[in-house]
């Protein structure tokens, strides 16, 4: 049996929707937008755009939806300040009571603003101001096995990879996706010739 590789079922880069870090958040929508739009008629389309730097084509970050809307509220920035965090992890998974997440609305006045304000206010955020950059553990070599990715993917929760060519660990050659290796999965589960062992 064959064993899967990274580059068997990743997504490559130049298929990807991309903006620069100075673009602003009206441009990123719109992008997003038409990917957005895009994955209504495609069951797995892209959720999110890759942002690429101002100097080179070098990918610095992604934006997702969730991204663009907690950009729109300036003091989520203040949460965590002091403690920068590595990736993002909703505070739920802490286990912490929704009474809890409830007063952080009020000791951080987020969202005293009616929505249409804060919109108007964001439209000309840059990118670069709000784009998530990915980890290290984000990234995966094209020539790993596909369980290595996997295991990647559940240890840091995390909905995607950047793939690294094998030959230079600094250029990127695709994406994975989750929703791809559980496609895989399906496939594999619900072949009829496949058979346990």
């Known amino acids: 049996m064959k064993i899967r590789l990274v ?98 609305i009020s000791q951080f006045n987020l969202w005293d603003e009616p929505l249409e304000l804060l919109v108007a206010k964001a439209k000309s955020l840059k990118v670069k101001d709000f784009m998530y950059t990915p980890s290290d553990g984000e990234y995966v070599n094209e020539d790993a096995p596909l369980a290595e990715a996997i295991h990647q993917l559940i240890a840091g929760q995390h909905q995607s990879l950047i793939v690294i060519n094998k030959n230079s660990n600094s250029e990127m050659t695709g994406i994975l996706r989750l929703v791809d290796i559980f496609s895989e999965v399906c496939d594999l589960i619900l072949d009829e010739n496949y058979s346990s062992v």
């Open 7 to 104: 580059s068997d079922i990743m997504i490559p880069l130049n298929e990807y929707t991309t903006v620069s870090e100075d673009t602003s958040m009206y441009d990123a929508v719109r992008a997003l937008n038409k990917v957005q739009t895009s994955f209504k008629k495609n069951h797995y389309g892209h959720k999110a755009i890759l942002v690429y730097s101002r100097n080179s084509k070098h990918i610095t970050g992604k934006i997702s939806a969730l991204d663009i809307i907690k950009a729109l509220e300036p003091n989520y920035r203040k949460i965590g300040k002091d403690k920068p965090v590595k990736k993002k992890v909703g505070l739920s998974r802490f286990g912490l009571s929704p009474d809890f997440l409830k007063s952080l």
